[in-house]
């Protein structure tokens, strides 16, 4: 199955597929996470991309594009993946559609006045990538590998807002773009509700296929 999670940062996209990936071993590939990566390097590149992700822009749309490209050419892609923060413009979406065909793409929905909410209390661990809220890890210490967690720079209010808008312009035009492929589901309540829904859609369209 190959499956686009599409929805407003901080609507509960990276956990979800989390979820996904344990149920349907399939691999997630996050592009905010492959940055995440390239930005830890000493390289132009490095330096390009962490100051945009620091600004809460988007990186440049060829860049983007071929990152996944090189990703999804990888092996365990070959039974599909799940997008994890891509596309995020049509022009991204354009350029997957000659890359690989879409099964579904799942619209995670979430109000803005709770995604500031949970944003500012995200808090990430650096070595594993677990996502934890200050509401549940009071301790602030990632309980699968004990690494004091962070937060991340683009999780500050300021760069919250400029990311949301950001959305609002380049990346709400593909709920249109994807109407024939769309499933909505609200992530209002528990993460584990959010993904029973989330498990029965899936496991019927695996069923039909
Ligand atoms: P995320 O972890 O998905 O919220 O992504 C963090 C940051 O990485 C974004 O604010 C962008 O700067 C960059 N980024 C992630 N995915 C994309 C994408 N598909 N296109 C352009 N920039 C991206």
Known sequence: ???ILLGAPGSGKGTLA???TSEFDL?????????RAIVKENTP????????????ALVPDE???????????????????????????IAQAKALQ?????????????????????????????????????????DEICSKCSTKLIQRDDDKPDTIRHRLEVYDENTAPLINFY????????NDGKPEETFEIVKTFLKNLEAKN
């Open 179 to 186: 109407s024939d492929k769309l499933f909505k589901v609200s």
């Open 1 to 3: 199955m190959k499956i």
């Open 63 to 89: 860049v983007t594009v071929e990152i996944v490209k090189e990703r999804i050419n990888k092996p365990d892609c070959q039974k599909g993946f799940i997008l994890d923060g891509f596309p995020r413009t």
């Open 98 to 138: 000659n890359i690989s065909s879409i099964d579904t793409v799942i619209l995670v929905e979430l109000s803005k006045e709770t995604i500031i909410n949970r944003l500012s209390a995200r808090r990430t661990c650096p070595n594993c990538g677990e996502i934890y809220s200050i509401f549940d890890n009071k």
């Open 45 to 56: 590149l490095a330096r390009k991309v962490k100051q945009i992700m620091e600004s809460g």
């Open 18 to 20: 989390k979820k996904i």
């Open 27 to 35: 691999p997630q590939i996050s592009t905010g996470d492959l940055f």
